[in-house]
């Protein structure tokens, strides 16, 4: 079973900030959290994944708390072209295997 | 740089044939994992390979699903004797090293339709 909770579905209007929320309030020291999204009919695309500094890359930032029980993902500037299901995954460095649970549905409104 | 490839992307069969499904990795790549979502679901794990070993096959249904990686060529999904419940997308990643926690980077997937 997935080891997260995130909002099934969430609105963001084009140009803002896409703030996609996640819990993981169970999350081991050793666990990382990885963020991918799945556009429709595509494969699952890499997004970003961090310990417990915040990250940032060309996509997106992502903000885990102190505690490391929840985190955010940000898109800064959401375009139509974000639209897509996006799983929030807790992985130890010994997992080989990613378990998905059910993601956000991000519907970007123009 | 060629990202994971699969082929064929989609997969017309009648109940009872055979399936196989291809994956070529990344470049540099060694390991490959299957994945199998069925409509309106979320992506399960079926197995992770390296090259002529099966390291996990904990997701794969125990009759008619095999999986190979030969040391040359392509990892295969073969589904034997397809049934109806066998249409998903079928979904291969790749990454380069055995450390767990590894980045698995995917590919477009293999929609299988079984009439």
């Known amino acids: 079973d997935a080891k997260t909770t995130q909002p099934p579905s969430m609105d963001c209007a084009e140009g803002r900030a896409a703030n996609l929320p996640c819990n993981h309030s169970?999350?081991?020291?050793?666990?990382?959290v990885y963020w991918y999204r799945q556009i429709h009919s595509q494969g699952p695309q890499y997004i970003i994944h961090?310990?417990?500094n915040n990250e940032t890359n060309e996509m997106a930032s992502l903000i885990i708390t102190e505690d490391r029980k929840s985190s955010t993902l940000i898109l800064p500037h959401a375009t139509l072209r974000d639209t897509a299901v996006y799983y929030c995954?807790?992985?130890?460095?010994?997992?080989?295997?990613?378990?998905f649970g059910k993601g956000t549905r991000l519907h970007i409104l123009p | 740089n060629a990202g994971v490839m699969q082929n064929p992307r989609h997969l017309v069969r009648r109940r009872g044939q055979e399936a196989r499904l291809r994956c070529s990795p990344m470049?540099?790549?060694?390991?490959v994992y299957w994945y199998r979502q069925l409509p309106e679901e979320g992506l399960k794990f079926m197995v992770y390979?390296?090259?002529?070993?099966?390291?996990?096959e904990s997701g794969m249904p125990k009759e008619r699903f095999s999986a190979e990686f030969p040391k040359e060529g392509p990892s295969i999904l073969r589904i034997q004797q397809v049934v109806r419940g066998d249409s998903a997308a079928y979904f291969c990643?790749?990454?380069?090293?055995?450390?767990?926690?590894?980045?698995?980077?995917f590919g477009p997937g293999t929609r299988l339709l079984v009439l």
């Open positions: 390979l390296q090259k002529e070993n099966i390291i996990d």
């Open positions: 961090g310990l417990k």
């Open positions: 169970t999350i081991s020291g050793n666990e990382y």
């Open positions: 990643a790749s990454s380069p090293t055995r450390q767990g926690g590894e980045t698995q980077y």
């Open positions: 995954i807790v992985r130890t460095n010994r997992d080989d295997k990613i378990i």
């Open positions: 470049k540099g790549h060694s390991h």
